[in-house]
C-alpha cells in the first residue's frame, strides 16, 4: 500500500510537471498562434508627453523598451521569446508595425482635437501583449493643418510581381521583391485613417494570406514603395509562396481581393 501511495503522490506531482514542460516546449518550436513564453515586455514613451499640445503636423514618438529585442526579420514567422516589434495605434486603430524605438506619426486626415496614442508589444506573428501597452493623449492643435487626402477614381487596381520571377532561387539575408501597383494610390501617411477610396497600401505575406486578423499571421510587412526586402531569417529553406496584397487604410483587404503571388525556392 505505502509504494501505491508512493506511485500516486510522484504521479501528482510529475505528471503536471510534465504537461507544463511539453507546453513549454512546444511554445519553443515557434507555431503561429502560440505566445511565446518569457519575461513580459515593458514600454516607456517618453515622447509625446501625455497630453501634449501638438501644433506641427507630425508627433515625434520615443519609446523605451525593457525585456524586448525589436526584429522586424522574423515578422510573420515562427513566434520567438523575447522578440517581436511594437504597433502604434491611434485612437484604438491600428496605423502601423515598428521596429525602432523613434518614430514620426504624421498627422495627415487627422482632424483638430484631443487624441489617443498607444504602443503595444507584437510578437512575430503580430499578436499583440495588451498587458505591456502604454498610452499617451495630445491635443492637435495645428497651425496650418495639411490638406485632407479624398477619394479617387483611378480604376481598377492591379498590382504584379516583376522580379523574382517564379522557380528562381533566393538566398542570403534578404531578397528582392519588385512589384508594379497600378490605378491605386500608395500612402502610408494615411496608414490606420478612415477609409479613401483609392488609397491605401500593401502587405507582404509567405505562403498564405488567409486566416485570423485578416491574413497579418504570416504578414512580413506592410509598405507604400514599390520594392519590398524580404528578410529570411525567419523563413525555412525550401519552396515558398510571398504574395503582395492591397488594402486599405485599415488594412482590409480590397474587394474583390487585389494581389499578386510568386513561387520561389529559398536556399540556405
Not at 29 to 47: K, L, N, Y
Not at 91 to 96: A, C, F, I, P
Not at 144 to 166: M, Y
Not at 231 to 252: E, S
Request: aromatic share 6%; with cysteine.
Amino acid at each position: 500500500m505505502r509504494m501505491v501511495w508512493r506511485f500516486s503522490r510522484i504521479v501528482r506531482v510529475v505528471l503536471p510537471l510534465m504537461v507544463i514542460m511539453a507546453l513549454i516546449l512546444w511554445a519553443g518550436d515557434g507555431f503561429h498562434g502560440v505566445r511565446a513564453q518569457g519575461v513580459e515586455p515593458q514600454i516607456t514613451i517618453v515622447s509625446p508627453r501625455d497630453g501634449e499640445v501638438v501644433t506641427a503636423n507630425a508627433v515625434p514618438i520615443i519609446l523605451q523598451f525593457s525585456n524586448w529585442t525589436l526584429d522586424c526579420s522574423l515578422a510573420g514567422t515562427a513566434n520567438k521569446a523575447g522578440t517581436g516589434h511594437w504597433h502604434l495605434l491611434l485612437d484604438k486603430g491600428l496605423v502601423n508595425m515598428i521596429c525602432d524605438p523613434v518614430s514620426t506619426l504624421v498627422l495627415q486626415n487627422v482632424k483638430p482635437g484631443k487624441h489617443l496614442l498607444a504602443a503595444v508589444p507584437a510578437q512575430n506573428d503580430h499578436e499583440e501583449l495588451e498587458k505591456a501597452e502604454v498610452k499617451a493623449t495630445f491635443d492637435y492643435q495645428p497651425a496650418n493643418p495639411l490638406p485632407p487626402v479624398t477619394g479617387l477614381n483611378l480604376g481598377k487596381p492591379s498590382v504584379s510581381i516583376l522580379s523574382p520571377k517564379n522557380g528562381a532561387t533566393v538566398s542570403g539575408q534578404t531578397f528582392s521583391l519588385v512589384f508594379d501597383v497600378r490605378n491605386f494610390r500608395l500612402s502610408c501617411d494615411l496608414l490606420g485613417r478612415p477609409k479613401v477610396n483609392g488609397a491605401g497600401h500593401w502587405h507582404v505575406n509567405v505562403d498564405t494570406t488567409q486566416g485570423p486578423m485578416m491574413g497579418m499571421l504570416t504578414m512580413l510587412a506592410m509598405g507604400c514603395s514599390n520594392t519590398f526586402q524580404v528578410p529570411l531569417a525567419g523563413i525555412k529553406p525550401g519552396t515558398h509562396k510571398f504574395l503582395v496584397l492591397l488594402v486599405d487604410n485599415l488594412h482590409a483587404p480590397l474587394s474583390p481581393a487585389v494581389e499578386a503571388a510568386v513561387t520561389v525556392n529559398v536556399k540556405k
